[in-house]
């Protein structure tokens, strides 16, 4: 089976995708990844979804809303950061955006007057260090090879940082069964109760939501998608009935199915 995730080698990415397959390819961002198994160039894609200290990853939301592909498996990681650079003196300290904001605090207290710089992934912030000594990177502690020191470990701003993959396949591999499921809700209206009626149906009928997020359609201000993930797969006669009832409530909008699946929590 071969899956595509964000590269280079080393990324927390790289590191879920693995949980997958042994033969990994690599992408520069998350929609490319999206797109690469929509149109049938790999089997499975690993994207992040969520992280327990910053959130959503809002590329994620919207790549999938916009293409064809589903949800088979959800993978959760413990993220664990460290510093890394040539010596202890340097100019810069650079990693993907969502690590260096999951360790703001450390960053503050400890290198307040050090430049920060977002590159692409923490595997490219690495390769940056390795090239510059002036450069340090936030990475995961192992990828600390060929001339890099670890100046400092568990540098996260909460030690329980953890961060939800989504394992995707193409259309075909979505499936009801799982302990989770994931819709987009696309109401395109807005009138008083419409979030109401597209929730209540759940709550009538037992069924837990877990994560509920709006992101701007693109269509104009004030026009939303609602990402939700519940507990339960489409199997359940309760959660079917439940998407069903929403669907009758909407006019010219629209509920996409994104898959039901179960979790697996890898460790490092």
Known sequence: MHTVTLGPEGTYSHRAARTVSDSVAFRPSVTAIVEAVADGSFDRGVVPIENSIEGSVTETLDALAARDVSIVREVVTPITHALLAQAEDFETVTSHSQALAQCRSFLADQYPDVARESVASTAAAVELAREDPSVAAIAHPSTAEQALRVLATEIQDRPSNETRFFVLGPESARSPAGGKTTIVIYPASNHPGL???????????????????????????????????????????????????????????????????DVEHAVE
């Open 195 to 261: 979030l109401y009626e597209l929730l209540g149906p759940f709550e009538e009928r037992g069924v837990n939501l877990t994560r509920i997020e709006s992101r701007p359609s693109g269509k104009q201000l004030g026009d939303y998608r609602f990402h939700l993930d519940l507990e339960g797969g489409l199997y359940e006669p309760r959660i079917e009935a439940a998407v069903e009832a929403v669907e009758a409530v909407l006019d010219d909008g629209w509920v996409r199915w994104l898959g039901s699946y």
